[in-house]
């Protein structure tokens, strides 16, 4: 079970080799061994994950199970799920037990998934490292004193640490591709608009996408299956035919053209990253690939133009947290002022309020348009570049993060470094556009490198089919984080 | 545009964030830092392309107007359940002014 | 020296939606506090707002209705500031393109029509309700208004007197209901104005430094209001002093206006488009299909009646100053008509009387009842009529079997708790026949009538004929008296006469 990938354990579960209520026992009984450590989740219910496996076994005996039925899967404590402690990282929601279900736990919960836990997130996805958590750093599993990346880097680290089969996660400027290139896994942010925003707990709704995140391409396809789909609650949810993400996973890579932007082999990448990638584009050329020279000519600008814009939103998103209706409420306070700035003094960490002032100052009066419309103005450059490119190929490859996993602490002091450990995803969020990473590689430390595909608008079937052919070639992505395998019960 | 620590205290204060004195001089020289990095627009002249609010080129879909939500004091007890003081089934704040 | 002041409109009218403008939730008012706020109005984490088409089409309805231009696209764009009955820390409204712009309104005042010009009207949600009552000492926040929609109608700064902002005021409230758009139920607060006033010198081009007085709730408020805001600046003015622009309240209880101090910590709302909410397109279709289920307004309306039913221009004005008054009277006029006539040839000045002066009397005797709920139908009220100008009952016991029906369907209703016409058409001939309610046409009859009342009122006789005009109709009462008002007025009146003369 421990080496089961999302494919095999539905199989086995298919076939009666064991139950959900097992799949269910094995991995809690992995995270209690191993969560203290990596400190992945926020909240684990044995009780009610069990609940739901034995669920999951009923529907099964009644002959209703689905793809997913019993299979139990780590959520971002991002995403809102009934019952469930739904903190987003932070202080502000440590309270805050979700009387409703986000979308993307409803479509779960009808497949018969079993929730695991709410996996640990930088405070708001606001970060790159997992440190901005209330709930205190994830280790990378790979190297306990480097970060998993972030902002997704619970369920990145649950799912290299095999404490889950696989997870959710949430990207709004890389904050699935990047940790899950840090910790050696799949990730998968789709085409803006595919898997509903409803009951995501909002960072930046123009650039916010949920979505996969797991040990192949295989898996990611599975899971995306679940996850994508109309919802009339989300207003740009888009309504699209039902497809299967799978279902060009066998096919020859011949003739794929694959783009390789001279801005992301430039320099800012570490030379073991580059060489990973590299190593990456040859076995695509074995693979039949056609190797196409293209460019992103305004990608740079796609760190200053996140910035703004991210922060903006972000900055009215979380004006909610008022401690009126739920959530933290300061405990001294003599008036409403005093009410007001207190809960968010204490309730906020300090990244997310960085950010909040950011926004508010790109919003304010006189800098608006110097700010916040130059910067919506470069967004479209930005997304034109990418249409040219997609002229000449069919995917874009190059590094998903420039560095692997740094040291816990070595850049949380300088946000500017921080930022710019996002320099090669960005730019997909702000065209909208699917990205995923893959494993392709380690370092001269033995830290695992990412390969970033991305694809045209809803080219989703055709990237996991791109990085399915590469796992049948390779076996990064069946590579597991020393010691984990040690705590194995 | 450099920012002042005027400009943080009023941003604060906007966005209702207590900020102490230490804290708006650390958080000043911290903002510089990105909006060095920020200023980088600066550099492509904008004038002729249009702004991009949305990744998708789609309008907006209208809802059917039908009460779907149901609106009974269970309802309101299960919202209320994560509240931090409610009476009555209000939400209270501490005395607001008029 | 000589002041003209200077009047814009700012008009909040909730829109008559089943849901809220961005949620499923229910607008009813008056329920249980908080009940009626779900998941998207409480702004719980997560939770996304999509647009009511009915929203959408009462804003387009009004655009249509006032001749301004419908932009085909427009944004939403959040609003952001504090503030505990606005729970996302943002309003949704519409900023830069708002989805009408344009049009004017035509109102009279006094004798003279005025033009007042709109800048805009723009969909937006309203705020909860914060309640200051004791709740040891905290302030209540109820959100069951919370994501109501509102239409927002902003005027030029065109009205010049206080008179002039309340017949607008008073037209606009008219029209919302006309279109159906707003229920325009000032007490509970659809319909609310907030009114930017300023002064300057007379003859002078430049506008003086305004001020805004809010949630004015009521027509004698918002002139009340205005005039003393205008006595104030003119007062401060003259005094030496300069206008602050800033937000009052107005005290009715002290007739006076008041600074918001809680408004004056200068705004920065920092408006942007909601990234939540997509461009706003309206189709060539739904643009029809509002046109195409647009009622006649009451200017053409007006003009049809003169036209059609040969009314004066106040009869024509009086019955359409509402829809379901202009309504009646259609249907009315369409009864009353006798054997061969056309709606072109007959004489509908009875008609127009009738719902002018003895309907409204009678809707206006019973508070709170629905502006459509006629205790008769306008069939059965035509028929009376028809039978009054076919002579066949005098006026006088056309309007008794009025008020006896009215009466009557106005004590089933509320048997009932329903709304039941009182009288059926076919009861009216069933009553002038049974009752014997045919009024006394016959000559000879009336004749001997007359004569016995001038022999047993020799003393009136005498004084008419000494040029007291009044004694005639005394003596008229007495022969309708004789023949228990059954008599025909008309010929009582040239029978007299006549007599009288001999």
Same mark, same amino acid.
């Given at each position: 079970m421990l080496h089961a990938t999302l494919k095999q354990l539905s199989d086995g579960l298919t076939s009666g080799k064991f139950s959900s209520v097992e799949v269910t026992q094995y991995f809690i009984k992995r995270i209690n061994d191993l969560n203290k450590s990596l /400190?992945?989740?926020?909240s684990v219910d044995a009780e009610r994950s069990l609940a739901q496996a034995r669920a999951a076994d009923a529907l099964r005996a009644a002959g209703n199970a689905q793809r997913l039925t019993g299979v139990p899967l780590a959520q971002k404590d991002i995403f809102c799920a009934r019952g469930w402690l739904t903190t987003c990282g932070s202080k502000m929601l440590s309270n805050f037990v979700s009387p409703y279900d986000a979308h993307v736990i409803e479509r779960f919960n009808a497949a018969g998934a079993v929730n695991l836990g709410k996996t640990n997130m930088d405070e708001f996805a606001m970060g790159s490292s997992n440190e901005t958590s209330f709930y205190g750093p994830v280790r990378n !599993?790979? =190297? +306990?004193?480097r970060v998993p990346g972030g902002s997704s880097g619970g369920s990145a680290a649950a799912v290299a640490a095999r404490l889950a089969p696989a997870a959710t996660g949430t990207d709004t400027g890389g904050s699935i591709r990047q940790p899950a290139a840090l910790t050696g896994i799949c990730g998968l942010k789709p085409t803006y608009g595919l898997v509903s925003r409803y009951g995501m707990i909002a960072f930046a709704s123009s650039l916010d996408q949920g979505g996969p995140m797991a040990r192949t391409a295989e898996d990611l396809g599975l899971m995306l299956n679940v996850m994508a789909g109309f919802d009339t609650r989300d207003s740009t949810s888009l309504q699209r035919d039902t497809e299967d993400? /799978? +279902? =060009?996973?066998?096919? !020859?890579?011949?003739g794929l053209r694959v783009g390789l932007p001279k801005e992301f082999f430039a320099a800012g990448a570490s030379a073991d990253v580059i060489k990973a990638v590299e190593g990456a584009v040859a076995e695509y050329r074995k693979l039949g690939g056609e190797i196409v020279d293209v460019s992103l000519p305004n990608m740079a600008l796609s760190v200053p133009v996140y910035y703004v814009l991210a922060p903006a939103e972000a900055s009215s998103n979380l004006s909610r947290f008022d401690g009126v209706r739920y959530g933290y409420r300061t405990s001294d306070y003599g008036n409403l002022a005093e009410m007001y700035e207190k809960t968010r003094a204490e309730g906020f960490g300090a990244e997310v309020k960085r950010r909040i002032l950011i926004g508010a100052y790109v919003l304010s009066h006189g800098y608006y348009d110097a700010y916040y419309i130059r910067a919506q103005k470069l967004r479209r450059l930005i997304a034109q570049d990418f249409v040219e490119a997609f002229k000449t190929c069919d995917v874009i490859m190059g590094p998903t993060s420039p560095s692997t996993a740094f040291k816990i602490g070595e850049k949380s002091g300088d946000p500017v470094q921080m930022y710019l450990s996002d320099i090669y995803t960005i730019a997909v969020n702000l065209a909208g556009l699917p990205g995923m990473s893959i494993p392709c590689g380690f370092d001269s430390g033995g830290l695992p490198v990412g390969l970033q595909i991305i694809g045209n608008y809803f080219s989703e079937a055709r990237m996991l089919n791109v990085a399915h052919q590469y796992q049948l070639a390779t076996d990064w992505h069946v590579k597991m984080p020393p010691g984990c395998e040690a705590f194995k019960s | 545009m450099a920012l002042t620590l005027d400009d943080v205290k009023r941003v604060a204060h906007l966005a209702r964030i207590a900020i102490t004195d230490e804290e708006a001089q650390s958080t000043q020289s911290q903002l510089a830092g990105i909006f060095k990095l920020i200023g980088e627009m600066e550099a492509v002249d904008v004038s002729t392309i249009a702004p991009m609010?949305?990744?998708?080129d789609v309008v907006q879909r209208l809802r059917e107007d039908r009460v779907t939500e149901p609106s009974d004091p269970e309802h309101r007890q299960r919202f209320q359940a994560v509240a931090p003081q409610t009476e009555a089934g209000l939400y209270l704040v501490p005395r607001v002014i008029e | 020296m000589k002041w003209e002041v200077v009047i814009g409109l700012e008009t909040h009218a909730q829109l008559s939606t089943a849901s809220k403008i961005f949620s499923g939730a229910s607008t009813a008012f008056g329920a249980e506090p908080n009940t009626q706020a779900c998941a998207v109005d409480l702004a719980l984490p997560g939770v996304l707002p999509v647009l009511n088409k009915g929203a959408v089409e009462r804003a387009i309805r009004f655009g249509l209705a006032v001749g301004a231009k419908i932009n085909r696209r427009s944004i939403f764009a959040r609003k952001n500031y504090f503030y505990p009955d606005l729970p996302k820390g943002y309003q949704i409204s519409q900023y830069e393109l708002p989805i009408v712009e344009g049009g004017s309104m035509t109102v009279l005042v006094g004798d003279t029509e005025k033009t007042v010009r709109l800048t805009r009207a723009h969909l937006e949600e309203d705020a909860g309700k914060s309640l200051h009552e004791d709740h040891h000492g905290a302030t209540g926040i109820d959100l069951n208004r919370a994501g109501t929609p509102l239409l927002e109608i902003v005027t030029e700064p065109d009205m010049r007197s206080s008179a002039e902002a309340v017949a607008y005021a008073k037209a606009l409230h008219a029209l919302v209901r006309w279109i159906d758009i707003c229920d325009g139920n000032m007490q509970e607060g659809s319909f609310r104005c907030d009114a930017n006033v300023s002064v300057r010198p007379a003859g002078t081009d430049k506008l003086g430094t305004r001020c805004e007085i809010k949630n004015l709730n009521s027509f004698r408020f918002l002139e009340k209001a205005i005039e003393y805001e205008v006595r104030r600046q003119i007062e401060v003015i003259e005094d030496g002093g300069k206008i602050v622009q800033e937000t009052r309240l107005y005290d009715p209880d002290k007739d006076e206006t008041r600074s918001m101090r809680s408004k004056e910590d200068a705004h920065d709302y920092r408006y942007f488009p909601d990234p939540d909410l997509l461009p706003l397109e309206i189709s060539e279709k739904l643009l029809t299909e509002v046109e195409e289920n647009l009622p006649e307004l009451p200017q053409q309306k007006k003009k049809r009646f003169v036209e059609n039913y040969r009314l004066s221009l106040t009869e024509a004005r009086l019955l359409t100053s509402s829809y379901n008054i202009a309504g009646y009277f259609e249907g009315v006029a369409k009864t009353s008509l006798m054997d061969g006539e056309s709606l072109g040839s007959a004489d509908f000045k009875l008609c127009a009387s009738w719902v002018i002066n003895d309907i409204a009397a009678k809707m206006n005797e $019973? $508070?709170?009842?629905?502006?459509?709920?006629?205790?008769?139908s306008s069939e059965t009220v035509g028929h009376i009529i028809r039978r009054v100008r076919e002579g066949i009952i005098n006026a006088k016991t056309g309007k008794e079997l009025l008020v006896r029906f009215w009466d009557e369907g106005q004590r089933k209703s509320a048997q009932s708790g329903g709304y039941i016409h009182g009288g059926y058409l076919q009861q009216v001939d069933e009553l002038i026949r049974d009752e014997g309610l045919s009024q006394v046409s016959d000559g000879s009859a009336i004749e001997k009538i007359v004569d016995d009342v001038i022999q047993a009122n020799a003393q009136q006789v005498a004084d008419f004929r000494a040029g007291k005009e009044k004694a005639f109709n005394s003596l008229v009462g007495q022969v309708m008296k004789a023949t228990k008002g059954k008599a025909n007025p008309q010929q009582v009146n040239d029978i007299l006469k006549r007599k009288l003369a001999e």
């Open positions: /400190n992945c989740f926020i !599993p790979w =190297d +306990r004193e993400y /799978n +279902r =060009d996973l066998t096919k !020859p890579l011949a | 609010s949305h990744a998708q | $019973e $508070e709170n009842l629905p502006p459509w709920a006629f205790r008769v």
